[in-house]
């Protein structure tokens, strides 16, 4: 009785499918061979349907056991991490670019603090121009990148 509550769990769920639909067709297919009433072309042509079916189910199991060990992989770096605190490469670079142009088109104080600002001002020329007609305040400060306050400085927030 345990078996059938486990096939009745398993069907409403979705679950091995495949592997009762391949027993069913088994039976069948034995009891109406055994008693002559299909032809034999018929038999081999299910048999081959079932077989079919089998394989592509044993493709789809391979690609959720792949899924399933890179997400193992991944939750054993992070658990590693956090139990070991070790640090990983990835914890030192953004994932993406903050949206500095949307603050900076409503600011009223932009307040810039960086070793050289080259880039910075070549990406945001047409903003801070905007700003300024607008009569919002723009404060520019290089550092020297070989200071002691450089090398201490913590990193800005993101």
């Given at each position: 009785?345990?078996?059938?509550?486990?096939?009745?769990?398993?069907?409403?769920?979705?679950?091995?499918?495949?592997?009762?639909?391949?027993?069913?067709?088994?039976?069948?297919?034995?009891?109406?061979?055994?008693?002559?009433?299909?032809?034999?072309?018929?038999?081999?042509?299910?048999?081959?349907?079932?077989?079919?079916?089998?394989?592509?189910?044993?493709?789809?199991?391979?690609?959720?056991?792949?899924?399933?060990?890179?997400?193992?992989?991944?939750?054993?770096?992070?658990?590693?991490?956090?139990?070991?605190?070790?640090?990983?490469?990835?914890?030192f670079f953004l994932?993406?670019?903050?949206?500095?142009?949307?603050?900076f088109q409503s600011?009223?104080?932009?307040?810039?603090?960086?070793?050289?600002?080259?880039?910075?001002?070549?990406?945001?020329?047409?903003?801070?121009?905007?700003r300024l007609r607008?009569?919002?305040?723009?404060?520019?400060?290089?550092?020297?990148?070989?200071?002691?306050?450089?090398?201490?400085?913590?990193?800005?927030?993101?």
């Open positions: 009785m345990r078996w059938l509550r486990r096939i009745g769990r398993d069907l409403s769920q979705g679950r091995n499918l495949e592997v009762y639909l391949t027993v069913v067709i088994a039976l069948v297919l034995g009891l109406l061979g055994a008693f002559s009433v299909v032809r034999a072309e018929v038999v081999v042509a299910v048999i081959l349907a079932t077989l079919g079916l089998l394989a592509l189910s044993t493709i789809i199991s391979r690609d959720q056991l792949g899924a399933l060990q890179t997400q193992v992989a991944g939750l054993s770096a992070l658990v590693e991490q956090k139990v070991l605190g070790r640090a990983r490469a990835d914890d994932a993406e670019k903050p949206d500095y142009e949307t603050r600011a009223h104080t932009i307040s810039i603090v960086s070793c050289t600002l080259s880039r910075t001002v070549r990406e945001y020329l047409g903003v801070f121009e905007a607008e009569g919002a305040q723009l404060r520019f400060a290089v550092m020297d990148p070989t200071a002691r306050m450089m090398v201490e400085a913590p990193a800005p927030p993101a």
